[in-house]
């Protein structure tokens, strides 16, 4: 080694596993490095399958139709994820348009960065920014005063979910945690510990549309210990709803048990208050003619983007709003299934001032 070389990092050796296939999140150490190992990528996705650690962009066809990205033009992704949707936009920005894109995800956010500066989206034209979207106006000024369009891609990413470290699945035991910013506010378990059972029931009533939301509260509230992995939740909740309903079959448990989580994820991390305030000041980032395009994937996060809409429409905000949500295609639902229940609504700015 010479005078002012730095010492070679011993080499780690991978996570060994038993058996012929890796189960574990930790173990899949090929579909945690997709550049590496892009045949074996390229074929877990053949089978309908998403790589572990990694997300599959939705009704990207759709989109890049609506916002009709051009040369020159500046975009906002409200929320960047793994960077799917943002990878296949920029370019069409190119040359001399941007793209700013932000996500709260600590831990996902600077490898989603490095993976896109790698493929040569330098800070000229690609902004990114740790926060959360509905903060959007505070980039007003450095955007040059609008956005000609916008995304968001609401909920949960992938490698969120199969992350069990990250607590946001029932399959998987895991911290119970469920925050997109694990250095930010409470975890789902600290909420379940310190939420009156009422509050508890609505929490899942309001946020997940859960019809045994009483018993499932019950049944969290009662248990014997302090809840604070994911598996002492399922068990919590599956031994309350056998117990209430003797004859419940497991794909209701398993639907529920869905709605559960999702429910806890939507409150620790505040989501429907922070798509209200985006929702609100998203006819002002618009430039006149601006297109706004929003996935989301339950009935709560639709309703409220359906509304905003309609509304903005009605008050002269939106020259033109889709009358009903587009889906994904049947070829993309079979192909990813996480796809199914996603909704695609979009509105184009008034041309007039506002």
């Not at 889906?327 to 996480?338: D, K």
Request: proline share 6%.
């Amino acid at each position: 080694m010479t005078e002012g070389t730095p010492p070679e990092k011993p080499h780690k050796r991978r996570v060994r596993y038993a058996g012929k296939h890796p189960r574990r999140f930790d173990q899949k150490y090929k579909e945690l490095d997709p550049a590496k190992y892009a045949d074996q990528i390229d074929h877990i996705i053949a089978k309908g399958l998403t790589p572990a650690g990694t997300h599959r962009p939705i009704c990207v066809d759709e989109i890049l139709k609506i916002l009709a990205p051009k040369p020159g033009e500046t975009a906002f992704d409200a929320t960047l994820g793994y960077g799917g949707h943002t990878r296949t936009i920029l370019p069409r920005l190119l040359p001399g348009g941007r793209l700013f894109a932000v996500d709260v995800d600590t831990i996902e956010l600077p490898k989603t960065e490095a993976r896109l500066r790698a493929e040569g989206f330098g800070p000229d034209s690609l902004v990114v920014r740790k926060m959360n979207y509905a903060g959007v106006m505070g980039l007003l000024g450095e955007a040059g005063g609008g956005f000609d369009c916008v995304l968001a891609d609401l909920g949960v990413s992938s490698m969120q979910l199969d992350n069990p470290g990250r607590g946001f699945t029932y399959k998987a035991d895991g911290p119970l945690d469920l925050r997109l910013n694990p250095e930010r506010g409470a975890s789902a378990a600290d909420l379940i510990k310190n939420v009156t059972q009422t509050k508890l029931k609505n929490i899942l009533a309001d946020n997940a549309d859960e019809p045994h939301a009483a018993t499932i509260a019950a049944a969290i509230k009662e248990a014997p210990i302090h809840i604070k992995t994911t598996a002492e939740l399922v068990d919590a909740v599956r031994g309350g709803m056998k117990a209430a309903h003797a004859k419940l079959g497991e794909d209701i448990i398993k639907k529920s048990l869905q709605r559960v989580f999702m429910a806890l994820r939507i409150e620790v991390n505040g989501e429907f208050s922070a798509l209200d305030r985006f929702l609100e000041a998203l006819p002002w980032c618009l430039k006149p003619g601006g297109r706004a395009a929003i996935l989301t994937f339950h009935s709560g996060e639709d309703r409220r983007v359906k509304k905003a809409f309609f509304k903005g429409e009605e008050d002269g905000l939106y020259s033109e709003v889709s009358q009903t949500p587009a889906r994904p295609s049947a070829a993309e639902r079979r192909s990813n299934p996480r796809s199914a229940c996603a909704k695609l609504r979009w509105a184009v700015r008034s041309e007039k001032k506002i």
